[in-house]
């Protein structure tokens, strides 16, 4: 094993001491630190909401809570984890502390702006649960019509807020990667030698730059509707599906971002820890941007199918299908890296197999939802809620885990309990599998997605999905626990273990 020396692998957080250091810090390293406690907190808060939303499916009548408990539930799970722990994690985590050092750059280009970012997080984050509080947040995670204007009335606005909040600091945030990787590249370094790392968290930063201004215009317009303007109600000439049309587009690009930041992570622990040189190295670049561009020319993908056209149902469906293409070309070069001998199971290995998995399945069901018309008969079931999960939600749960700790004793000088972590991973794909593989029973079978109740004929795939998620919630919450252990009292590390 290659022992690099990482010195003073903890001198960022040694420098200066006291709050306000923190506070205002324009350090990458700290405010990578600060996203990482932050996002922590929604992501436990996101794994809550899933052990008792699994209660309420144990029983088919759903005795355990009301129905607008459960309305409450699910959204505010959804909302938690997509906007609050999906969208931002790996690119405020594991992208602020890494991609300057990985390029040569000394910081950030914005770094008061990198900041701001962190507090528009939080402020969103705070607005979000406030209105949890007073009970509002009933609408579902996308906030779609007439559920909005059904909800609590104006009490949903701290919500949309603060959800809008967070969809720009994630924005802001993957601006500042791009003009990053743009103009703050050592000397030398052509855009053909920038680490696969940092070219996945180029490509995930450009689309949610892109797309944020669209996620804006669709949640002004929504505030207008819950103030009483009522730009989506047919009877004031306005256009009932405009939000939906609005919100999609986003949404299903932006979704899949983060996916891409992933595919860089897994590529450097793959090829680190395997000890390989990455099989053809442009081409899994090539494919990276590839699925960006597909993802957001299929953006109409979910719009419903009455409303999208023929033209645009046609092309979406012909763009998510071509998603396979790079998908496979990615796997393909893994395992051509992936050599007889290489294999080594390490706890971010685990985590490597796992994406490879999980990834894979998520590529496969996407060509069931675009094939028309299988599709249209699988939109909105617990099939497209499985697919979800697959493919971007697994996928980017498993790359943070696997690349936290991979890069944990760079980032904290000290190392975790390597056996524990080892059964944890293999906890995680063991409940993921076993709470989502029923889901795509239940979703051929027509269950919809989002039911309080259920016919009884589902019981038992819901009672194994509801064991699932609980072995899920063990698996991820343990992390949450030893990690920061290891962060005070772990063995200390004088080089990378992996290099």
């Known amino acids: 094993m290659n022992t690099t020396q990482v010195p003073d692998a903890r001198s960022y957080l040694q420098t200066r001491r006291g709050i306000w250091s923190w ?18 907190i929604f992501f436990v808060l996101g794994a809550a909401t899933t052990s008792l939303l699994g209660i ?50 000394s910081n950030l280009a914005f770094p008061r702006l990198n900041l701001a970012t962190w507090y528009l997080f939080v402020a969103g984050g705070l607005l979000l649960l406030a209105s949890t509080l007073h009970g509002a947040v009933d609408a579902g995670w996308s906030l779609l019509l007439p559920y909005s204007a059904q909800s609590s009335g104006a009490e949903l606005v701290p919500a949309i807020l603060g959800v809008l909040l967070a969809g720009v600091s994630v924005g802001l945030m993957g601006l500042n990667m791009v003009v990053t990787v743009h103009r703050m590249r050592a000397p030398g370094m052509t855009y053909w030698k920038v680490p696969v790392f940092v070219w996945g968290q180029y490509a995930c930063g450009l689309l949610l730059a892109l797309l944020t201004p669209v996620l804006v215009a669709a949640l002004a317009l929504l505030l207008r509707n819950e103030l009483g303007y009522a730009p ?38 793959l090829t680190t820890i395997s000890g390989r040189v990455l099989y053809d190295r442009r081409r899994v670049i090539i494919a990276i941007m590839a699925i960006a561009l597909l993802h957001l020319l299929a953006a109409g993908q979910s719009f419903a199918p009455e409303t999208r056209g023929i033209y645009v149902g046609n ?38 197999y796992t994406f490879i998995g999980l990834f894979t399945i998520g590529s496969a069901t996407n060509l069931f939802l675009a094939a028309s018309p299988l599709g249209s008969h699988l939109q909105g079931t617990a099939f497209g809620v499985a697919h979800l999960h697959y493919f971007v939600a697994g996928g980017v749960i498993t790359a943070f885990l696997g690349g936290l700790h991979f890069w944990w004793p760079e980032i904290t000088g000290r190392l975790y309990p390597e056996m524990l972590a080892r059964a944890v991973a293999v ?21 919809p997605s989002r039911m309080h109740a259920y016919p009884p004929d589902f019981q038992v795939l819901k009672v194994l999905s509801s064991a699932g998620a609980t072995i899920l919630v063990a698996g991820l919450v343990l992390p949450a626990l030893y990690l920061p252990w290891s962060f005070f009292w772990g063995h200390r590390s004088t080089s990378h273990p992996w290099e």
């Open 232 to 269: 989506f109600v047919a009877e004031t000439s306005g256009d009932s599906l405009l939000f939906k049309k609005l919100f999609w587009t986003y949404a299903n690009p932006a979704l899949h971002a983060p996916l891409l930041a992933g595919i860089g992570v897994m590529t450097k622990v």
């Open 427 to 447: 906890v995680v794909f063991v409940g993921f599998n076993l709470m989502f593989l029923p889901q795509f029973l239940l979703g051929y079978l027509g269950m």
């Open 23 to 40: 506070l205002l810090t324009t350090d990458h390293k700290r405010i990578a630190i600060l996203y990482l406690a932050s996002i922590t």
């Open 315 to 352: 092309l979406s469906s012909l763009f998510a299908l071509l998603v396979a293409v790079p998908s496979a070309a990615i796997i393909v070069h893994w395992a051509a890296t992936l050599q007889p001998g290489s294999q080594r199971f390490t706890a971010p290995m685990l985590y490597v």
């Open 56 to 105: 309420e499916a144990l029983q088919p009548e759903g005795d355990a809570m009301s129905p607008e408990n459960f309305d409450r539930m699910f959204t505010l799970h959804g909302l938690c984890m997509v906007f609050f722990f999906l969208l931002p994690v790996l690119t405020g985590v594991l992208g602020n502390f890494l991609v300057p050092l990985r390029i040569g750059a």
